[in-house]
T-cell receptor, first 112, second 111 residues
Framework: DAGVTQSPTHLIKTRGQQVTLRCSPKSGHDTVSWYQQALGQGPQFIFQYYEEEERQRGNFPDRFSGHQFPNYSSELNVNALLLGDSALYLCASSLRQQETQYFGPGTRLLVL | QKEVEQDPGPLSVPEGAIVSLNCTYS??????FMWYRQYSRKGPELLMYTYSSGNKEDGRFTAQVDKSSKYISLFIRDSQPSDSATYLC???????????FGKGTTLSVSS
């Protein structure tokens, strides 16, 4: 049973560029949430997707956007990258209205 | 004041010790409480979850929630070097919604 997978594992971008991160949820899960984890901090909730719609959003600017596909996989897009966007981006999957969220290994983004 | 407070440590203990990890929170609406373990440069791994107040035990791990004090704990018995990791508490208002995390406590167990 495949767990949550994310790609790429690492990414280096420069300020002002745009980036797309990808996530495939655990088999049988239909809800995907994205989190940003800065070095030495706990993960911070960005947004959650269910039935291809954004259902909940954290305190992140509009530069952060996402998408969920019919097969439940998801993308996180970040426009106009800032140095402060450097972080580990985590995807978590769950069954709708189930309490447990399972995390992928993350994508480490470095903005220079 | 942050919604979830967690002492970042680091916490160093000898092998076999009992470890106590704690978080406090300010939002009385939190109902679901989790503990995640995160090894260096990896994603968080779910260890325990508890709904509302009470205790839950799983092997060497015990999770406690005291909603009246807005305080949660994770106890690790007979700690092993493989327990060396960062432990994150997380909580949510409703099932399946946004998790609010503490900063994480770094634990080192020496053999």
């Amino acid at each position: 049973d495949a767990g949550v997978t994310q790609s790429p594992t690492h990414l280096i971008k420069t300020r002002g560029q745009q980036v797309t991160l990808r996530c495939s949820p655990k088999s049988g899960h239909d809800t995907v949430s994205w989190y940003q984890q800065a070095l030495g901090q706990g993960p911070q909730f960005i947004f959650q997707y269910y039935e291809e719609e954004e259902r909940q959003r954290g305190n992140f600017p509009d530069r952060f956007s996402g998408h969920q596909f019919p097969n439940y996989s998801s993308e996180l897009n970040v426009n106009a990258l800032l140095l402060g966007d450097s972080a580990l981006y985590l995807c978590a999957s769950s069954l709708r209205q189930q309490e447990t969220q399972y995390f992928g290994p993350g994508t480490r983004l470095l903005v220079l | 004041q942050k919604e979830v407070e967690q002492d970042p440590g680091p916490l160093s203990v000898p092998e076999g010790a009992i470890v106590s990890l704690n978080c406090t929170y300010s939002n009385s609406a939190f109902q679901y409480f989790m503990w995640y373990r995160q090894y260096s440069r990896k994603g968080p791994e779910l260890l325990m979850y508890t709904y509302s107040s009470g205790n839950k035990e799983d092997g060497r791990f015990t999770a406690q929630v005291d909603k009246s004090s807005k305080y949660i704990s994770l106890f690790i018995r007979d700690s092993q070097p493989s327990d060396s990791a960062t432990y994150l508490c997380a909580m949510s208002v409703a099932a399946g919604t946004a998790l609010i995390f503490g900063k994480g406590t770094t634990l080192s167990v020496s053999s």
